[in-house]
C-alpha cells in the first residue's frame, strides 16, 4: 500500500516537471516549421546570406529559412570539417585560386575527400556567386567529412559534404589603430593550426579573453618565445631599420593575404621606402621594439597595431609604411590586372 503511494507521488512529481516550466511544441510537419522559419526570416530587413550552396541538397539554395546542414554531419558534432574564406569585391572573387589551393590542402590534412574535383569546386563557387547577386561580400566554403551518425570515425559517412554561403558584407581598408594583448589561451598545435579546420575554439576564446580586457584582439606566442599570429589574421612587423618581417608560416596558417604581401612589398624596396623584405622568427622582446606592426587578413588587408600589453608600438601612432603596404594589397584586390581577380559571370547566370 505505502509503495503504491510512493510510486503515485513520482509519476506525479515527473508529470510536474515536464507541465511546469514550459510546453515544449511539437512541430506537426514541416511545412509548419517552414512557416516558422518564414515568419522569422520576413522580420529581416535585409537577408546577409544571398545565396548557399549544399552538395546534401544537390543545389544552390536562396531561401535562408533552409539554409541549414543535417545535425549528423561530423563536421558539426566532431569539428571533422574544413573551410576557407575568399573576397567578394566589384564583381571580382579576389584570390579565389590561392583560397581553393589552400581549402584542398587543408581538406587532405584532415583526410576528408572531396565529392568533387577542384574544377567542380570552383565552378560551384563562381556560379553561386553570380546567382546570389552579390558584388561586395564574402563567400565562405567547407568541406566536411559528411553526415552519416554520431561515431568518431567518418568510415560510415556515405560521402563527404561541400557546403558554401555569399555574405553580403560591406569591408573597407582598415586605416584606425587597435589594442592588443596577448593571448593566455594556449595555441594549436602545428598539424592543427596549419589546418584550417573548423576547430576554432582557442581562437574564439582568445577573442573573448581580449575583448574581456579592452582589446581588439590578441598575439598568440609559441612555447619558444616566438611571435605565432593572432586568433584569425596573420601578423608583420616593420623594424626601426625598415626592414618588413612575418613570422615563418610553420606552426601558423600561411595566410593567403601574408603571402601576396609578401610579393607586393617589394615594390616598396625598390621605392626606397623599405630596406627588405622577410620571413623571420621574432621574440616578444625584439617584436615589441618594432617602429610599426600590423594584423593582416583577408576583409582588412593590414589593420594597423598601435599598443600591445599597453605598450605603444612606436610613437603609437598609425604607421605610414603599414598604410602604404595596406594601400598595394588594396590597389591589388580592387584594381589589379593580374589572375588574382576571377570575374563573376552576373548577367549570364541572371535568375
Ligand atoms: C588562424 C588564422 N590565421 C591567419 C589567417 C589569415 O588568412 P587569410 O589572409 O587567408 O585571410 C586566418 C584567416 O583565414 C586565420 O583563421
Redesign the pocket.
Known sequence: MEHKKSDEIAAFEAEKAVYSDFKVHVFSSSSELLERLHEKWSLVKKQPYPAMYSSVYGGIILDPAIMVIPIDDHMVHRGHGVF??SIIYDGYLYELDV?LD?FLRSASKAKISSPFPRSTLRSILIQMTAVSKCKKGTLRFWLSAGPGNFLLSPAGCPTSAFYAVVIDDDFSQCKEGVKVITSTIPMKSPLF?TT?NVN?LP?VLSVMEAEEKGAFASIWVDNEGYIA??????VAFITQDKELILPSFDK??S????LRLLQLAPKLVEQGQLKSVKIADLTVQEAKRAAEMTY????LPLLPIVMWDEQSIGDGKVGELTMALSDLLWEDMVAGDGKQRVPVPYEKLAT
Open positions: 576557407d574564406t583560397h589552400r593550426a584550417k576554432y581562437n599570429e593572432g586568433p584569425n589574421v596573420n601558423i596558417l595566410g593567403c593575404t601574408a593582416v587578413g583577408s576583409t
